[in-house]
């Protein structure tokens, strides 16, 4: 049965920094694509983040470019999203997803497995 169990959502103050962690289990971690999804109060779930499964490519929305960093580890079976310069507009659930191909998509429908979500809120 796969597993994904997202973690380190909490509150901050905009400008704040948090670190998520998604941790897989159930599938071969090292042969999925991992994105990070997000869905605001009355909003529709949107790409933040995706990264191949050697964390050689990786794609952002432009919303979150240049602050936001996706990566990975393998070893630990945990993809990461490092969020610097927080806005209120990130207020959101997180939600982090897996895909078997190879290629990094930007679309919720292209992953095939979901975790429960963390929320992120960030206070002006």
């Known amino acids: 049965q796969v597993q994904l169990v997202e973690s380190g959502g909490g509150l901050v103050q905009a400008g704040g920094s948090l670190r998520l962690s998604c941790g897989a289990s159930?599938?071969?971690?090292?042969?999925?694509?991992m994105g990070w999804f997000r869905q605001a109060p009355g909003k529709e779930r949107e790409f933040v983040a995706a990264?191949?499964?050697?964390?050689?490519?990786?794609q952002y929305a432009d919303s979150v470019k240049g602050r936001f960093t996706i990566s990975r580890d393998n070893a630990k079976n945990t993809m990461y999203l490092r969020m610097n310069s927080l806005k209120p507009g990130d207020t959101a659930v997180y939600y982090c997803?897996?895909?078997?191909?190879?290629?990094?998509?930007?679309?919720?429908?292209?992953?095939?497995?979901w975790g429960q979500g963390t929320q992120v809120t960030v206070s002006s």
């Open positions: 997803a897996a895909d078997r191909t190879i290629a990094v998509y930007t679309t919720e429908y292209q992953y095939d497995y």
């Open positions: 159930g599938l071969t971690f090292s042969s999925y694509t």
């Open positions: 990264i191949s499964w050697s964390g050689g490519v990786t």
